[in-house]
């Protein structure tokens, strides 16, 4: 099992920025990725960016160039920086975790942008 708990959300104003953060805990040793995904309201789940363990990362189109995904896997953490937030990115914003053939989801944070 592997618990998935998000921080950092928050109310932003336009052009500002978050950090979120991802804390792992359980059986991560054989990760093979970990994302972001956002559900704005109305709107289906949708990747916000990835990293693949080995191949490296990918972003939707609608945030490159702005946000920045990392890990620190000796701290069993995934961050989110996002900056330049537009109030098009007002969602719940979910991490995830790909422990070989299981995929582990967190509680979500919410993230409002005011314009």
């Known amino acids: 099992q592997v618990q998935l708990v998000e921080s950092g959300g928050g109310l932003v104003q336009a052009g500002g920025s978050l950090r979120l953060s991802c804390a792992a805990s359980g059986s991560i040793f054989s990760v093979n990725a970990l994302a972001w995904y956002r559900r704005a309201p109305g709107k289906q789940r949708e990747l916000v960016a990835a990293?693949?363990?080995?191949?490296?990362?990918n972003y939707a189109d609608s945030v490159k160039g702005r946000f920045t995904i990392s890990s620190d896997i000796a701290r069993n953490a995934v961050y989110l920086q996002m900056n330049s937030l537009k109030p098009e990115d007002t969602a719940v914003y979910y991490c995830?975790?790909?422990?070989?053939?299981?995929?582990?989801w967190g509680q979500g944070t919410q993230v409002t942008v005011s314009s």
């Open positions: 995830s975790a790909a422990v070989r053939e299981n995929v582990y």
């Open positions: 990293i693949t363990i080995g191949r490296g990362t």
